[in-house]
Every structure is written in structure tokens, then in C-alpha cells.
């Protein structure tokens, strides 16, 4: 159990999750079954859907965009509270990891997301500028999937991960990661090019420049 800092009242190999069976009621196999399936869900939040969410807004023309890049972050934040839940599940003493509690930070960060996104654009609509709320969404969604990414990590580390798990992990999540921050690259290039000539960039919405989201 990787939430138990290996304190596991079990023996043998399986000796992690001896305190399944006393505590959270359940076999080690089950809790096997379990674990797999949090990392599952959260990898796929974090490596796949959340920057695939922001590539989305960033390479897809026309007003499709948004509503490509809202399911993508739906179903994103969907799977990551599924995968928080089931972590939380499993967890029998959380004073002893620092994976579940970055989990949940992460979490509560990112509910703002929405929000600071919807706050964005209807000042933007008005000031047909960037302003703090702007800045917030755009920074909140980079740091905080910046962390969950590396906590995905962090959780493979602690529950002694095979090495090609971790290096098949860490190299999708880095391929992810880096598409992720040149399509931002591109986007923000596109809108300095266009300040120098004057020129507000509409190119997806005629109502004003939609949520950057993430």
C-alpha cells in the first residue's frame, strides 16, 4: 500500500497490505485490483486528458474548439475525482505519505478552474484584454497539472513499481507535458504577433477570447 509508508501488519511479499484485511475490509487482492485502477484513472487524467484538453483549444479552428476543450476537461476532472475517491479508499493511515495529500490539493485547486475560466472571459468580453482572472486560470491549471503529473510519479515510486512502469510513465508524461507547453508557446506567440499589428486576436470567438483553460 503506498499510502502506508509499508507499515503493513502482513507478511511475505504481499506484506503492504496486510492492513486491508484488519482495516478497509477487503483482500489483497482486491486492493491490488484497486490500486492498479487509481493509478490507471489518474495517469489518464493527468498525462492524457487534462493537456490534451489545452492542445485542443490551442490547435482546433472555430468555435468547435471550445466545446472540444470543455468535454476534454470534464471528463478529465471526472476521472481525476474518481481516482482521488478510490485513493482515499484505500488509504489507512494518511499522515505517512505526502502522495495522497498533494492528490488532494490538486484536486481542490483545479475545481477552480472552471470558474476563474468563466470570470475570464466575461471581462475579457468587456476590456478585450487579459486581466488578473486571466492570469489566474492560466497559471492555476499549468502549476497544479504540473503536480499531479508528478505525483503520479511520486505514487508509482511509493508503491515500488516495476522500473518500466515508472520510465514508460515518465516518458508519456513528459511527451505530454512538453507538447503541452509549446502549443501555449504557440498560442501566445500568435497573440504577441498579432498586438504588433494591431490586431485582436478573434481567430476562434467573435464574442472575445475564450477561457485558455489549463
Not at 486492493?31 to 484538453?53: D, N
Not at 472552471?114 to 492560466?138: D, M, N, T
Request: glycine letters at 12%; charged letters at 15%.
Amino acid at each position: 500500500n503506498p499510502y502506508n509508508g509499508g507499515s503493513g501488519s502482513g507478511s511475505g511479499s504481499n506484506g503492504d497490505f496486510g492492513s486491508f484485511q484488519n482495516g478497509a475490509g477487503f483482500d489483497i487482492e482486491t486492493a491490488m485490483r484497486a490500486r492498479a485502477i487509481h493509478g490507471i484513472l489518474g495517469a489518464l487524467a493527468m498525462v492524457i486528458f487534462f493537456p490534451a484538453g489545452s492542445i485542443f483549444m490551442r490547435v482546433i479552428p472555430g468555435r468547435f474548439a471550445l466545446w472540444i476543450h470543455a468535454l476534454a476537461q470534464m471528463i478529465a476532472y471526472c476521472v481525476y475525482i474518481a481516482a482521488v475517491g478510490l485513493g482515499l479508499y484505500l488509504m489507512t493511515n494518511p499522515n505517512t505519505s505526502y502522495h495522497p495529500i498533494i492528490g488532494i490539493v490538486v484536486l481542490v485547486f483545479l475545481f477552480l478552474q472552471p470558474f476563474l475560466g468563466l470570470i475570464h472571459h466575461a471581462k475579457f468580453k468587456k476590456v478585450q484584454r487579459r486581466q488578473i482572472w486571466s492570469y489566474l486560470h492560466i497559471f492555476n491549471g499549468r502549476i497544479f497539472i504540473t503536480l499531479g503529473i508528478a505525483n503520479g510519479a511520486l505514487g508509482l515510486y511509493m508503491a515500488g513499481e516495476s522500473n518500466t512502469l515508472k520510465k514508460a510513465y515518465i516518458a508519456v508524461a513528459i511527451v505530454m507535458w512538453v507538447l503541452w507547453m509549446l502549443s501555449a508557446f504557440w498560442g501566445e506567440l500568435r497573440r504577441w504577433r498579432a498586438s504588433k499589428r494591431g490586431i485582436q486576436p478573434r481567430r476562434k470567438f467573435s464574442d472575445g477570447e475564450a477561457p485558455s483553460a489549463f
